[in-house]
């Protein structure tokens, strides 16, 4: 998501001018930060630990008010938020105490993280958004180092809010986008020419996604010339635009036609902001429609906005899986991943943003918080499954190394102490170092911690899989069958991409199992995961129905034949419960007997089960 350093005068004389002098006082800063990032960490932890001295947690382990990391190190445990779960509920509930930090928690993040199935609740302070925008303001100058002119031309981005609620003590939860686009640095922005965007930013904090979707893209193709860069926060999102397009083009042509608006756009200030920009532009809907009507959608994004350079997406982690659709839809645009964030903290960007994707790596920016890095080692290739020191002891706390003290070519977790209250907070990313900025290093994102199936911004690990696989199973006992083994794959060669389950079973006449009772189990096991996933079944609609497909007897013996013949040991081969390999897809593919889907959605609100929602 781009964002702006913050240009104050819009005289068209002098914005040149201040355009290029902002980026290089912004290049400078990048330089100065990374020159000194070690300093620039010892300021950071010292300046969060003299803040919270007064806090309960920190007295708790007892730090005693010392500043300094030797000490930090040594006395502060290194946790999960399971760890934090009694001390955020207590917040939640509305104790105000300072329990985790000094100053008072404004709001919780809601991640796309899960404990217990339901999103985690990351405290946060209002300073935080301020932070946030410093590296939101990073990112377009550094861009502008490869593709000049990008203040000349708007940006198509596809930005969305999600609901939120209320905790029982009364704080709001949602989203860390939510947050930010509905805070104040971004609804009243300076005028600048990087934050230049098609939409509207009633059309963006409409909560109702078919609105917010339809006038985007409305507003987007009407200013199609314009554009210059087109994008959205993940890759998936984007080809949920895309998709969008593909759908409801004629609707869209309708109205830049006749510059109204579909009478199913009903929220007046959605309304009214498109009608500032749409006018009647037949010429421009033939255009549109005779483009949309070729069959074929290879490079329609070059073709409707012509002038496009780059799709600004993350294609990262388990969103590499859309690169190919990208590529498609763009002939073959770059795909620009710029910065890595979370709702614990924003961490970094990349200062090379036209690179391949395969070689994208972030810098983390050193005075966004204190980073420390645990070395993990890689376990097994095949499965991408990783082994690291669950309860570290005393000397493995200090093993911990600071940001400029990592290795090349390592692997690490990363674990991050804010200014919002989180102190050595395992975050469950894997990173490997890939070079150095100055004294600061740079990542390449490997995967996160634990997750075996995504789609979108769902996240499903192995316990939770299990779990629900084992509840779907359960019915399968009274027809005198049960599972033998089983794995899974995010399929994502159709959007929606869905969870597909490879099934090997054990009975004794598998005619007696009506196929309703297969769909039912696809529906269990959809009952039976996390929020972040049902939310995208139910409200995103960015997941498609889960699938199980019932494989022949024998399968998952040649799954692990194929293993060995690939150098898995033995004595250490367990059945992978995801797998990604292309050969080894296309062989449990080749042996299924039967599939089946999910044939309804499973139940979803917002908010913890046990709150009230406010939307
Ligand atoms: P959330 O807390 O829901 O905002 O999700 C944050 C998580 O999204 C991070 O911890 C990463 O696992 C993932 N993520 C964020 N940015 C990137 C990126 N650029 N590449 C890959 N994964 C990312």
Known sequence: MPEAPKILSDSADCIDDIVVENNNKVLKFIEDVTADADEVQRRVLSEILSRSANVEYLQRYGLNGCTDRETFKKVIPVVTYEDLKPDIERIANGDTSPILCSQPISEFLTSSGTSAGERKLMPTIEEELGRRSLLYSLLMPVMSQFLPGLDKGKGMYFLFVKSEAKTPGGLVARPVLTSYYKSSHFKNRPNDPYTNYTSPKETILCLDSYQSMYSQLLCGLFQNEDVVRVGAVFASGFIRAIQFLEK????????????????????????????????????????????????????????????????????????????????????????????????????????????????????????MAYFEFLPVTRKDELTGSISEPTALNDKEKQQLVDL???????????????????????????????????????????????????????????????????????QLLQYEASLVEYTGYADTSAIPGRYVLFWELSVKDSTLIAPAVFEDCCFTVEESLNSVYRQGRVCDKSIGPLEIRVVENGTFNMLMDFALSQGSSINQYKTPRCVKYAPIIELLNSRVISSYFSPKCPRWTAGHKQWCTQN
């Not at 309708?254 to 010429?283: F, W, Y």
């Not at 073709?303 to 763009?330: C, H, N």
């Not at 990363?414 to 290093?441: Q, W």
């Open 248 to 367: 409801h083009w004629s609707l869209l042509c309708k109205d830049i036609r006749t510059g109204t608006i579909d009478s199913k756009i009903t929220d007046p200030s959605v309304r009214e902001a498109v009608m500032k920009i749409l006018k009647p532009n037949p010429k421009l809907a033939d255009f549109v429609e005779a483009e949309c009507s070729k069959g074929s959608w290879k490079g329609i994004i070059t073709r409707l906005w012509p002038e496009t350079k780059y799709i600004d997406v993350i294609v990262t982690g388990t969103m590499s899986q859309y690169i190919p659709a990208l590529d498609y839809y763009s002939n073959a645009l770059p795909l620009v991943c710029t910065m890595y964030a979370s709702s614990e903290c924003y961490f970094g960007i990349n200062l090379n943003p036209l690179c391949n994707p395969s070689e994208v790596s972030y810098t983390l920016i050193p005075n």
């Open 404 to 474: 400029v003290d990592v290795k090349l070519g390592q692997d690490y977790e990363l674990v991050v102490t804010t200014y919002a209250g989180l102190y050595r907070y395992h975050v469950g990313d894997i990173l490997r170092v890939s070079g150095f900025k100055n004294k600061a290093p740079q990542f390449n994102f490997i995967c996160r911690k634990n997750v075996v199936l995504s789609i979108d911004s769902d996240k499903t690990d192995e316990v939770e899989l299990q779990n629900a696989v084992k509840n779907a199973a359960n």
